[in-house]
């Protein structure tokens, strides 16, 4: 995913990373008490701070949305079968209009919060 990314951003990504190592539980602590309770107002909130410098745009685009619509292609593979499958993804992957939540829900699936 990384290596999609020009010279430049894949410089601004890693500095970033390396700068926000240390308060990494502080930043994702938040993300995780939302799930758990639901809340996924909070949660895209999260995420959409988390991109909030323009820089970031192009590895957000890279890292969330279009990994949501082939993700999201996958899934109705999934759910076209008989079988059932336990998926799992990052929360960053469920909020949002470009969510796989919504996606799904926009593809005629009925999608519930458990």
């Known amino acids: 995913m990384y290596s999609s990314l020009s010279d430049d951003e894949q410089e601004k990504m890693l500095w970033s990373a ?9 930043r994702t602590d938040p993300l995780f008490e939302a799930w758990k309770n639901g809340d996924t107002e909070k949660m895209e909130k999260w995420v ?3 991109f909030q410098d323009p820089e970031l745009k192009a590895f957000q685009d890279q890292l969330i949305y279009k990994r949501n ?10 759910m076209a079968t008989p079988k059932k499958y336990f998926v ?3 929360a960053g992957h469920l909020v949002g209009d470009q969510g796989l939540v919504r ?7 009925h999608v519930e919060q458990l």
């Open 18 to 26: 390396i700068s926000h190592a240390e308060d990494l539980a502080r």
């Open 48 to 50: 959409a701070d988390a």
């Open 69 to 78: 619509i082939s993700m999201a292609q996958q899934l109705e593979t999934y």
């Open 88 to 90: 799992v993804v990052g």
């Open 103 to 109: 996606t799904l829900q926009r593809a005629g699936y």
